[in-house]
């Protein structure tokens, strides 16, 4: 959105956001996944350029092209999707974690594709994989601490961030790590109990904002439609009407922007 003046209210900030998919390996032909068109996280990566942000979008198994003026960053498994998550994180002052990351992977991956025997097939047996959006909050909650406590030096823990400063100002051997974004924002889809389960995972993930999606009634998946209900982490709630998801994304990045300023 245009601020007065002309400029725009995400200019010079640097923003995350995953869309899509995770996909976990079974065999070379096979995974278990997650459904998620890309469409939401799509829209917010090109809302915030339009707002002015630097945007790095992390799209896990999306088919649709590029959004312009955004860095797109491709990834399959949720592993892959945490690693670059967290690196670009190091620098953005709002991660929107949009994708839907499967929540376990098979312990095992075949190098080869499974042939179907005569025997009966093993079980897949699962592995719970890392919670992205926990981890920022906790490595925010952390670095907080860490910046909190003592004479107000911050000590990063060793090997932590990519070190990569831009040189503008930064010590020689650049702070590894700085204290985390400003703004966490998580998406939940649930089928019952909406606002109850999403307060409380909200709370458990250590977010800022939770936009909550109901599922069914043709809404969420595929579907160029969205409706929602944000939850902040002081206890509100922001009703988003049903409508195209370019203007929930605008929704999200309004609060977003109020945080930030
Ligand atoms: N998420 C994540 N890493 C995971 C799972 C989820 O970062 N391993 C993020 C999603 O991107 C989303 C939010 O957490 O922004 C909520 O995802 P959801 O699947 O609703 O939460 P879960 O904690 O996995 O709970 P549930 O048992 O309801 O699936
Ligand atoms: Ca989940």
Not at 36 to 45: F, T, V
Request: charged share 25%; hydrophobic share 45%.
């Amino acid at each position: 959105r245009v601020l007065a003046g002309g400029r725009e209210d995400l200019a010079g900030r640097h923003v995350v956001v995953s869309a899509g998919g995770t996909r976990e390996a079974i065999d070379p032909v096979r995974f278990i996944g997650n459904r998620s068109s890309g469409l939401q996280g799509y829209a917010l990566a090109r809302t915030a350029v339009a707002r002015g942000a630097e945007v790095t979008l992390v799209a896990a198994n999306v088919t649709l092209p590029d959004p312009a003026g955004a860095k797109v960053v491709r990834v399959e498994s949720a592993r892959q999707l945490r690693d670059a998550v967290l690196a670009a994180a190091e620098h953005a002052d709002a991660v929107v974690m949009a994708a839907a990351v499967a929540d376990f992977r098979p312990v095992r991956q075949s190098d080869t594709k499974i042939k179907k025997s005569s025997a009966e097939p093993d079980p897949i047996q699962l592995v719970k994989n890392p919670d992205i959006l926990a981890e920022l909050g906790e490595i925010r909650r952390a670095r907080r601490e860490a910046y909190a406590g003592g004479d107000g030096a911050y000590e990063a823990p060793a090997g932590r961030g990519p070190g990569t400063g831009d040189g503008a100002g930064a010590p020689e051997e650049a702070a590894p790590g700085g204290p985390g974004p400003r703004v966490i924002v998580g998406f939940a889809a649930e089928t019952d109990d909406v606002l109850a389960n999403g307060r409380a995972k909200l709370r458990r993930k250590g977010c800022d904002l939770l936009v909550v999606n109901q599922v069914g009634e043709n809404l969420a998946f595929g579907t160029p439609d969205n409706a929602a209900v944000v939850l902040t982490a002081e206890g509100g709630s922001v009703d988003i009407p049903r409508g195209p998801k370019e203007d929930l994304a605008d929704v999200v990045w309004d609060l977003v922007a109020q945080r930030l300023a």
